[in-house]
């Protein structure tokens, strides 16, 4: 298995535009999950999917970000407008549902100036 | 709401053994977790602890107990490419994993 797949791998845009993170997960995981990691604040959970449903979107900080799974092998993460604070790494992640151990993808660097 | 606390650094020398702490508060609790982060890298699945005691995958053990909300990592034998972040995360009720700040190993030869 070619493991989590996330593209773009880095990411740099203006203030303002649109960003769209993409995210193939393991087939056969049901759980995925949009995480996102800065120094100051760690791995946060942005919001995860159980069977393409979305189950806890606590995590998204603002209307600005939204996420969707319209199928059990692809995921989009998007930001719109941008910011620079958004800038992180963001990962995604998948898991059999309930399973303990995640597999994480490589991550997306997004730098927005 | 889940949270976790872990020292931010560890030191250590080639060939010793460390120990990485990890408390937690979560309301549910469906086991720690531990991850382990190169920098640059993705975090990647070290273990798994649902129930009380330790468990050992080589050279890396990790220890829970219940009771005292408390759980930790144990590194043995180590080695240079053990440098890394470490994670704690822990599952309540209805979500999914939530991660300590981690802690950042430094091994030195």
């Known amino acids: 298995d070619a493991g989590v797949i996330q593209s773009p791998r880095h990411e740099v845009t203006e203030m303002g535009q649109e960003v769209t993170l993409r995210c193939k997960p393991i087939s056969g995981h049901n759980s995925l999950f949009w995480y996102r990691q800065t120094m100051m604040r760690g791995l946060e959970l942005l919001i995860y999917f159980n069977n393409n449903v979305p189950i806890d979107d606590s995590g998204m900080p603002e209307d600005r970000f939204s996420a969707k799974m319209p199928n059990a092998s692809f995921s989009t993460l998007k930001i719109q407008p941008s910011e620079p604070r958004d800038s992180a790494v963001y990962f995604c992640?998948?898991?059999?549902?309930?399973?303990?151990?995640?597999?994480f993808g490589s991550g997306t660097r997004l730098t927005v100036v | 709401g889940q949270s976790l606390e872990q020292p931010s650094e560890v030191t250590a020398v080639e060939g010793a053994i460390v120990q990485i702490n990890c408390t937690y508060q979560?309301?549910?609790?469906?086991?720690l977790s531990w991850y382990q982060q190169h920098d640059g890298g993705a975090p990647t699945f070290l273990s798994y602890?649902?129930?009380?005691g330790l468990e050992e995958t080589g050279r890396f053990s990790s220890f829970l107990s219940r009771s005292d909300s408390y759980g930790y990592l144990l590194l043995q034998e180590l080695q240079m490419k053990d440098s890394a972040s470490y994670f704690c995360a822990v599952r309540g009720a209805g979500t999914a994993l939530i991660f300590g700040k981690g802690t950042t190993l430094s091994v030195s030869s």
């Open positions: 992640a998948s898991s059999p549902t309930g399973h303990y151990g995640y597999t």
């Open positions: 602890n649902g129930l009380d």
């Open positions: 979560t309301s549910g609790f469906y086991g």
